[in-house]
């Protein structure tokens, strides 16, 4: 069983475009997260849901809006994308003690 | 922005030799430090982790060690085989945030 999924797992996309990612976790997480991981491989945290409040939003462009329909659920959707918004999202969850686990990954291009 | 460990340096070694992968992290109030590996097309996997009251903690063929003086992170992978060949990661928490802070990571690079 899969216990972080995301889909698409690759996402090819002109500028201009809004594009979402969906990411599910069944592992009974209270906590969910999407990272941006760039070409050089740095993994920085954009935001965290915990029982689907928003409680970490980073420094990123409100063209990213993270929506969390239920503790298993995190989506992210990307409004106008830009050629700068090219990079691998990593959805995660993780337990109370904070043990994190990621899913596989969704790249994306931008045209 | 915040960020741990240096640039994302190569470390090689050969098959069978004992591996140790080093990070710095920075905020003294970090309580909890994980680290990752992360093969080629996939996401980081949890491999060890360590809390700070602990100075050592010992896996599966990893040693985890901590030197909170200096705010150091190490891993030691022994008897390194070539399914450890991948990026590294580590990454700092000050429990009650929920915000990881990673390292840039290191590639291991393991040589027949």
């Known amino acids: 069983d899969t216990a972080v999924s995301q889909t698409p797992k690759y996402l090819v996309t002109q500028m201009g475009n809004d594009k979402s990612i969906k990411c599910e976790q069944n592992l009974g997480h209270d906590t969910m997260y999407w990272y941006k991981q760039d070409s050089k491989k740095f993994l920085k945290i954009m935001f965290s849901y915990n029982n689907k409040e928003l409680i970490i939003n980073e420094t990123v462009p409100n063209r990213f809006s993270p929506k969390s329909p239920d503790k298993a659920h995190l989506n992210l959707h990307i409004n106008s994308l830009e050629l700068g918004d090219s990079a691998v999202y990593f959805c995660a969850s993780s337990t109370a003690t904070y043990e994190q686990y990621f899913g596989p990954g969704t790249r994306l291009t931008v045209t | 922005g915040e960020s741990v460990g240096l640039h994302l340096p190569t470390l090689s070694v050969q098959e069978g030799d004992n591996s140790i992968i080093n990070c710095a992290y920075s905020?003294?109030?970090?309580?909890?430090f994980i680290w990752y590996k992360q093969e080629s097309g996939k996401g980081p996997q949890f491999i060890i982790d360590?809390?700070?009251?602990?100075d050592k903690r010992q896996g599966q063929r990893v040693t985890v060690l901590l030197n909170k003086t200096v705010k150091h992170l190490s891993l030691q992978i022994a008897a390194t085989q070539p399914g450890d060949s991948a990026v590294y990661f580590c990454?700092?928490?000050?429990?009650?945030?929920?915000?990881?802070?990673f390292g840039t990571g290191t590639r291991l690079k393991v040589l027949a």
């Open positions: 360590i809390r700070s009251n602990m």
């Open positions: 990454a700092e928490i000050h429990s009650g945030t929920y915000k990881y802070i």
């Open positions: 905020n003294s109030a970090s309580d909890y």
